[in-house]
């Protein structure tokens, strides 16, 4: 589906109040690995450990990644304590408990990550925080956990919204979808159009993710909130005054027809993002499925250009050497992780179809953003076959500025890193399928 998205609406988004935690947690997109992509539910102790030393041992924590985040199926499935009502880690799979592997994890100068949900359940069928909020913040908090991932299955009907943030009658001010996602294709919900102007963080949704918000505000240790809603009740709007970070889609596979429609969803979403709130597209599925080395390039390019959380879901043991470059990327880290421009890059040039195209098969080709070490230029080829792409410096934005139609400049290849000298006017590439080149612009050349 190609929908036309109308400019003028992209731009009238509204601002929230940001959550602003101590020594800096969240002010930038987290780098991290969790354990879902790689091993769903088969997971234990050693293989926590194994993926937290192959993070040092493969230079990932010098690069900068630091969580290490458990996902579903931690805890004894059908109960809680009967004297205490907290949520008992599985003694089978965690025998020195969360606060015994927390602890490890410490001692490797790494950070641990839990998993919850908002309702009733996990999506697993284990324990989950709605009603218990308060209490197992209290218990994430004493066992030292630095990052919570907040899930959102099992929501009980007293908590779903009775609007859907997909209704046709708004197509053709937002495009298919308000948020990036239809609640209803996934969630059973019923399409019902919320009033014009509907202020969406007086949702459920909203009030539901917010009181753990404030339990995990309440406690006396700093623990980064992930919201994963998947985009539900348009959450880019209220997700930056409630936690770090927000899923603007439902879950991603390993395949590329699915990592360029959460490509094509970001695209129009990078207003609501900068220091302190960051729309997160999901983790990174490198390593796994059918990805090309050219595929998994443009899956990492993309995320950190957009400044979403980059989380490793692959078993690391496996992870080929170029691969393991592609994480490690120093440029595209450096973007994603500067500490002095907080906004993502964004589309300048869609390239195969006309600008503001909603296509998820076909999503924006050409993207820019600053950062102090210039300008980074990404030139994406979404065809089934090899394609010129070319970047024009008089149509990237940052660079007309600097008067692009009459200097030269200084550019740097992202992947090689090799230094390519003073370009004027243009630079292009015969890139491959599903392949991404990318460049940064930096000094205006003298003489």
């Known amino acids: 589906m190609q929908i036309l998205i109308p400019f003028a609406a992209l731009l009238a988004l509204p601002a929230t109040q940001a959550i602003v935690l101590p020594d800096g947690t969240g002010r930038l997109p987290a780098l991290g690995w969790n354990s879902w ?6 997971i234990d ?51 020195t408990g969360i606060k015994g592997i927390a602890d490890e994890i410490h001692d490797l100068g790494l950070k641990v990550g839990i998993y919850g949900s908002a309702g009733t359940k996990t999506c697993g ?35 779903t919204d009775i609007y859907s943030a997909c209704v046709p009658d708004q197509w053709q001010t ?11 294709a996934s969630s059973g919900q019923d ?3 919320a009033p014009p102007g509907y202020d969406w963080s007086t949702s459920l949704s909203a009030i539901r993710y917010g009181i753990m918000s404030d339990a995990l505000l309440a406690q006396n240790r700093t623990i980064l909130y992930s919201l994963c809603n998947w985009g539900h009740a348009a959450v880019q709007t209220w997700g930056g005054s409630t936690g770090s970070s927000w899923r603007i889609t439902g879950d991603i596979t390993p395949w590329w027809a699915r990592v360029a429609e959460i490509l094509n969803e970001g695209s129009f979403l990078s207003n609501y993002a900068n220091f302190w709130g960051h729309n997160d597209l999901d ?42 470059a592609i994480l490690k990327n120093k440029a595209l880290l450096a973007f994603h992780q500067d500490d002095k ?72 290849d992202i992947w090689s890193g090799k230094y390519l000298g003073c370009v004027r006017g243009s630079i292009g590439r015969w890139v491959g399928s599903h392949d991404t080149v990318g460049f940064v612009v930096g000094k205006k050349c003298r003489g």
């Open 341 to 412: 421009f907080g906004k993502p890059a964004e589309p300048y040039k869609w390239g195969v179809n006309p600008n503001w195209t909603f296509n998820a098969t076909h999503p924006a080709e050409y993207w820019s953003g600053a950062s102090k070490a210039g300008t980074l230029v990404l030139a994406m080829n979404t065809l089934e076959k090899k394609a010129w792409r070319e970047i024009k410096f008089s149509e990237v934005p940052q660079l007309k500025k600097l008067g692009a139609s009459k200097d030269s400049f200084e550019v740097r």
């Open 191 to 193: 399409e019902i159009s």
């Open 125 to 159: 069928g284990f324990p989950a925080q709605i009603g218990n909020e308060y209490l197992d913040a209290a218990t994430f908090a004493a066992w030292e956990i630095d990052y919570l991932k907040y899930d959102n299955c099992y929501v009980p009907d007293n908590w």
């Open 283 to 324: 983790m990174l599925h490198i390593g796994n499925g059918n990805l090309t080395l050219a595929e998994s390039r443009s899956h990492f390019a993309f995320w950190a250009a957009m400044k979403s959380p980059i989380i490793i879901g692959t078993d690391l043991l496996k992870l080929d050497s170029e691969k393991v």
């Open 45 to 95: 102790e050693a293989k926590i450990l194994t993926a937290a030393h192959a993070i040092i041992d493969l230079g990932l924590k010098d690069a900068g990644y630091e969580y290490v985040n458990i996902d579903d199926c931690w805890s004894i499935k059908d109960s809680r304590d009967n004297v205490t009502n907290q949520i008992i880690p599985d003694p089978l799979k965690f025998p």
């Open 37 to 42: 992509n790689a091993y769903y539910c088969d």
């Open 174 to 184: 937002y495009g298919p979808y308000i948020n990036g996602t239809c609640p209803s």
